[in-house]
């Protein structure tokens, strides 16, 4: 038996890093947005866990994020049988898109139903938690506002119509060879707690002159100050008609939003010779 499952990246539409925690950690307010660019994990029934990965770069033994996912479940279960899995992987790491959480998250659901876990939301969401901040929101809806270290999760509401919030806009995703190390992001930024929009009026407004006036990431200014590759590629994006461009997370993927679908795909093409890794919701 093979069960495949995709494990799609996100990008965070606003981030407020609001105040530095007792426990090192930081509180967070932000709207995670998940994306089509997706990894894909496959898993096979087997006498002990293993792993395997398209990228020869990323570790497979204890050290990766889906083994640790697996053992917490193992542990959590009593399950004393593994899995063969294999990762192809796509989505950038360290570029801010949450490829690793959401690789972790996979797991757990794949593996619950490979190992017939029937395990409850409840219990799955507090693993991802103590994998890491980013983990739990990949196991919930398209789009939530985030707070506390980003495990605790709102689905995202149109208010419109009371029904769950539906990017409207073409999106290009573009990823410059730099990588930002979340530890360095955190050192540069400067958190406040207080003056903040509200991330969920301004996000469903669906309106991108309030977008740029209001929408802000926290980790922009000083990582583009630190990195001017991550501020060319925003720049690229804009330059080809993006409505809205921003940095996703700590980096070092920034991202365009575009009206119109032929501007998108322009920018697309751009950001890819300007040299980086691109993906968009738009057909060639």
Known sequence: MLLERLAPAKINLGLHVLCRRPDGYHDLETVFLRIGWADRLAARPGADLRMTC??????????????????????????THGAA????????????????????????????????????????????????SDVPFFLGPEAAFATGRGEHLTPLMDPATGTPYRFPFALV?????????????????????TGRPDLRAVVTSNDLARWRAELVNDFEAPVMAAFPGIRAAREVLLK?????????????????????????????????????????????
């Open 54 to 79: 398209s990228d020869p770069a990323l570790p497979t033994d204890e050290r990766n994020l889906c083994v640790k996912a697996a053992r917490a479940l193992q542990r959590a279960f009593g399950v």
């Open 85 to 132: 899995l294999h990762l192809e992987k796509h989505v950038p790491y360290g570029a801010g898109l949450g490829g690793g959480s959401s690789d972790a998250a996979a797991t757990l659901l794949l593996l619950s139903d490979l190992w017939d876990l029937d395990a409850p939301p409840d219990r799955l969401h507090a693993l991802a938690a103590g994998l890491g």
């Open 173 to 193: 995703v573009a990823v410059p060879p730099v990588h930002v190390a979340t530890v360095e992001a955190y050192r540069l930024v400067r958190p406040r707690a």
């Open 240 to 284: 080809a008609g993006a409505g809205y461009a921003a940095l996703s997370g700590s980096g070092a993927a920034v991202f365009g939003v575009f009206e119109a679908e032929a501007a998108a795909r322009a920018a697309a093409e751009a950001a890819r010779q300007a040299g980086c890794r691109v993906w968009t919701n738009v057909a060639p």
